[in-house]
């Protein structure tokens, strides 16, 4: 389990922290530990280590907790296209038509642009405008003309798909998956932390229980040397 690369300046940082804010326990190290995939540390020193360092080597390493927090980083993109489909959408093209032959020089130049996006009440509202302007020459005439239109168009539903519920669903599941992979990733790093504490209680133990069994075995070859 290799971890992802720093990505501490991706586009899904701002709607996990923005998950994290409606959960309740979502502290500031949880989302740290979210947005920011540290890079691999350097192995540490033979020696000891302390509690602090020890929950710091497995939130980077641990394997279940990665797997969280790139299932996190894929809702969290998700959920940005998402909403990105139901925002504004702008398109526009441009044209330029050169044509010539013996006697007549003609050039026409088009744009047309178009701007939509859903309305709140599950309709659609769509804005287009074009213009053209053309212009012929010949030995014995000069002309020039242009053109320009638009047009707004409004679509309601009024029974079946109206309503911010119908017509919103994918965006309304899309940001409860999101809330789900947030409590999930929090749950799975309180699991880690958990794990982290026993097994670095239980070594302390056991190095307690060597130590005892070194000094007994001492004391057992100080008695037999009297």
């Given at each position: 389990?290799?971890?992802?690369?720093?990505?501490?300046?991706?586009?899904g940082?701002?709607?996990?922290?923005?998950?994290?804010?409606?959960?309740?326990?979502?502290?500031?190290?949880?989302?740290?530990?979210?947005?920011?995939?540290?890079?691999?540390a350097?192995?540490?020193?033979?020696?000891?280590?302390?509690?602090?360092?020890?929950?710091?080597?497995?939130?980077?390493?641990?394997?279940?907790?990665?797997?969280?927090?790139?299932?996190?980083?894929?809702?969290a993109?998700?959920?940005?296209?998402?909403?990105?489909?139901?925002?504004?959408?702008?398109?526009?093209?441009?044209?330029?038509?050169?044509?010539?032959?013996?006697?007549?020089?003609?050039?026409?130049?088009?744009?047309?642009?178009?701007?939509?996006?859903?309305?709140?009440?599950?309709?659609?509202?769509s804005?287009?405008?074009?213009?053209?302007?053309g212009?012929?020459?010949?030995?014995?005439?000069?002309?020039?003309?242009?053109?320009?239109?638009?047009?707004?168009?409004?679509?309601?539903?009024?029974?079946?798909?109206?309503?911010?519920?119908?017509?919103?669903?994918?965006?309304?599941?899309?940001?409860?998956?999101?809330?789900?992979?947030?409590?999930?990733?929090?749950?799975?790093?309180?699991?880690?932390?958990?794990?982290?504490?026993?097994?670095?209680?239980?070594?302390?133990?056991?190095?307690?229980?060597?130590?005892?069994?070194?000094?007994?075995?001492?004391?057992?070859?100080?008695?037999?040397?009297?």
């Amino acid at each position: 389990g290799c971890p992802s690369p720093d990505r501490s300046h991706q586009p899904g940082d701002r709607l996990i922290r923005e998950s994290a804010a409606t959960i309740p326990g979502g502290t500031s190290n949880t989302i740290a530990d979210a947005v920011v995939a540290p890079p691999p540390a350097p192995p540490a020193p033979p020696g000891e280590i302390d509690m602090p360092t020890a929950l710091r080597l497995a939130s980077q390493r641990n394997r279940d907790l990665q797997t969280r927090r790139d299932a996190l980083r894929r809702q969290a993109l998700s959920l940005r296209g998402t909403r990105r489909d139901y925002g504004l959408s702008i398109a526009g093209t441009l044209g330029y038509v050169l044509s010539s032959d013996e006697t007549t020089d003609s050039r026409t130049s088009t744009m047309d642009i178009s701007a939509g996006g859903a309305l709140p009440l599950g309709g659609s509202l769509s804005v287009s405008a074009a213009t053209s302007l053309g212009s012929s020459r010949s030995d014995e005439t000069n002309s020039t003309d242009s053109t320009v239109s638009g047009g707004v168009r409004i679509e309601q539903p009024l029974l079946a798909g109206a309503g911010y519920t119908a017509s919103h669903q994918p965006l309304i599941q899309a940001e409860r998956d999101m809330v789900y992979a947030m409590r999930a990733f929090a749950i799975e790093r309180q699991w880690a932390a958990i794990g982290v504490v026993s097994d670095f209680y239980q070594l302390l133990a056991q190095m307690a229980a060597v130590e005892n069994a070194r000094l007994n075995a001492q004391q057992s070859t100080l008695l037999r040397q009297r």
